[in-house]
């Protein structure tokens, strides 16, 4: 859904995106445009999760975040999922990211012919009293080395089905078209231009 007419000032509804990574604002708002939903960076003391569940982990970091900004807001959560590792490091990518970094997943996947994986993101919107989780995935092979520099994270090693490009490799534009990110934002601008403006 897209209004046929521009936005007006008064028109703009802005929902804050608690995050630390301005590339991750910029992404989403590149999908909201012409929908007249804003995405504004904000932050809030980090509150770590275990679980097994993305949203699970997503929407208890939003209901902490909004205990302090108190505004419409989302949270989100990404996880790399990798068959023959058993899905790891999936919940917990963000954490193997910072510790052993892509060099160690690739270390892990030496000799592995079976280099099949899923990223999936758990998006958690909290306007009161309303919570909702939106989920998206997008499958593809880990690469045996990085490749690009764009994007963050894993995305120099994950190559997604039907593409020669990985994630790093592609600019913003090309990564919405695919990524779990972009799906799972696609949903919730969605839900919210329906919220919104019916």
């Not at 003391?45 to 975040?65: D, F, N, P, W, Y």
């Not at 899905?87 to 892990?108: A, N, Q």
């Amino acid at each position: 859904m897209r209004r046929e007419e521009p936005c007006g000032e008064l028109d703009v509804r802005r929902i804050y995106l608690v995050t630390g990574n301005k590339h991750k604002v910029h992404e989403i708002n590149t999908l909201a445009e012409g929908s007249c939903i804003e995405f504004l960076q904000a932050s809030a003391t980090k509150l770590e999760v275990q679980s097994g569940s993305l949203g699970e982990i997503a929407l208890t970091a939003a209901r902490h975040a909004f205990d302090q900004i108190r505004a419409p807001l989302v949270v989100d959560d990404s996880g790399l999922f990798i068959e023959s590792l058993g899905g790891f490091p999936g919940p917990y990518s963000s954490f193997v990211y910072k510790t052993i970094g892509i060099s160690g997943i690739l270390r892990l996947l030496e000799g592995e012919s079976d280099r099949k994986a899923c990223f999936v993101t758990a998006a958690a919107l909290i306007i009161p009293p309303l919570e909702r989780v939106f989920y998206g995935r997008t499958c593809g092979q880990i690469t045996r080395e990085p490749r690009g520099r764009g994007g963050f994270g894993f995305d120099p090693i994950f190559l997604p089905d039907g593409s020669r490009k990985t994630y790093a490799e592609m600019s913003t534009e090309e990564k919405n078209t695919v990524s779990h990110r972009a799906r799972a934002f696609k949903k919730l601008i969605s839900y919210l231009e329906l919220l919104y403006y019916g």
